[in-house]
């Protein structure tokens, strides 16, 4: 257990139960064990929950946006909540960020207790989306020097700053223009640089990337992956599997409040993605004995095979290039000759949709159990 393997969680039990395994059992919180699980992580969550009632005076239906989460950020390391919209990602960290109050749970930054002493922690941490985008008409490099001089830099020293960050941001030709002017790329990167110019030991990035273009994206992903050599430590949350995979260290799959799944996406891919194998046979063996290659196919995979066209045929697998030599092997004993067969590698994708897919709509989710 623990970070390098993943775990697929009950969703038919309270979450709580498989995630205990791999922390401190809920209700100790004595300063012991704190200071055992801790030592090496910049965020540490035990059993954080949300719960929002809507209707007047709160008498209408309660929903759950955090369901008791369990998290450890090892100091250095980029952590990604990955879940669609609506699975409490913003929930989840506007508490650590101490912007929301948690109903129930512990948030560790560094070791201090984000809900007893929040503004211990405010100068541990940066987020993004807070500050950047303060004022259109200011240039870049105007917002950037208020940011400072709001965390109380003189205004010489925030201006050395904001030009520092304008710098390390690749905005150097656009510093002096209004940020309205800024693309949407432009404007986040501005945002990332607000949320690291009092050098936080802890930086939150919600979505940091959520609509912008390819290019756009991988700007932002280069200026994060630089934020980590430099030893800062990062919660993300994103709905792109892409994006926990380029840059996450571990991955928590959340989804309706509750985790689902946890571990590298390594891990996650082998443990829960489905590899595909194609083979493609001789024309005279799909004219005589395509259904039997289907047949054949189905045996040796996890799913539904199906024709891709005259010649070729493709089946989920979970073996991986096993599954190349039994599936030529096999289809060789009812006289099928392959010319060409290979695997693809699973993909973060396939493990979100395995993970995500709706509970109790009938047969097709049962055995979600036993995907390993
Ligand atoms: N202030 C609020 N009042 C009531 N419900 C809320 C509030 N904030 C979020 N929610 C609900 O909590 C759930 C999780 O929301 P959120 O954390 O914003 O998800 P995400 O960021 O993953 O899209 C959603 O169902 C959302 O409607
Ligand atoms: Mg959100």
Redesign the pocket.
């Known amino acids: 257990m623990g970070r390098h393997s993943a775990d697929i969680l009950d969703r038919d039990a309270p979450p709580q139960h498989a995630v205990e395994a791999t922390t401190v059992p809920a209700g100790t919180g004595a300063a012991g064990d704190a200071a055992i699980s801790t030592v090496t992580d910049a965020l540490v969550l035990r059993g954080l929950t949300k719960t929002?009632r809507?209707g007047p005076f709160g008498r209408g239906r309660t929903?759950t946006?955090v369901d008791r989460l369990d998290l450890s950020v090892p100091t250095g390391s980029i952590h990604a909540i990955l879940?669609p919209?609506?699975?409490?990602?913003?929930?989840?960290v506007s508490m650590v960020a101490t912007l929301l109050r948690p109903d129930a749970g512990e948030i560790l930054i560094d070791g201090v207790d984000a809900v007893a002493d929040p503004s211990a922690v405010r100068g541990l941490i940066g987020m993004s989306g807070q500050y950047a985008a303060v004022d259109g008409n200011l240039s870049g490099f105007e917002n950037l020097r208020m940011v400072a001089q709001l965390y109380g830099l003189s205004r010489r020293e925030a201006s050395t700053r904001a030009q520092e960050m304008i710098d390390e941001l690749s905005l150097t030709a656009a510093a002096d223009r209004p940020m309205r002017t800024y693309s949407g790329g432009m404007r986040r990167r501005l945002d990332l640089a607000g949320a690291i110019i009092n050098r936080p030991r802890l930086v939150i990035l919600d979505e940091p990337t959520t609509g912008l273009d390819p290019r756009g994206r991988r700007q932002i992903w280069q200026a994060i992956k630089e934020l980590t050599l430099a030893g800062t430590t990062i919660l993300l949350?994103t709905q792109y599997l892409e994006e926990a995979d380029e840059l996450a260290d571990d991955v928590t799959v959340v989804y309706d409040g509750a985790v689902h799944a946890r571990g590298t996406p390594e891990s996650l891919k082998r443990d829960f993605g489905d590899a595909a194998l194609t083979v493609e046979v001789t024309r005279s063996a799909a004219v005589r004995h395509a259904p039997d290659v289907m047949t054949t196919l189905a045996d040796i995979g996890t799913g539904h095979p199906e024709q891709l066209d005259d010649l070729r045929f493709r089946v989920r697998v979970g073996g991986g290039t096993r599954s190349v030599v039994s599936a030529v092997r096999s289809l060789r004993e009812i006289d099928v000759d392959v010319v060409d067969a290979s695997v693809t590698e699973p993909t973060l994708e396939s493990v979100f949709l395995t993970l995500t897919e709706p509970v109790a709509t009938g047969p097709d989710t049962e055995g979600t159990d036993d995907v390993r």
């Open positions: 929002f809507s929903h946006a879940g919209n609506g699975a409490g990602k913003t929930t989840t949350t």
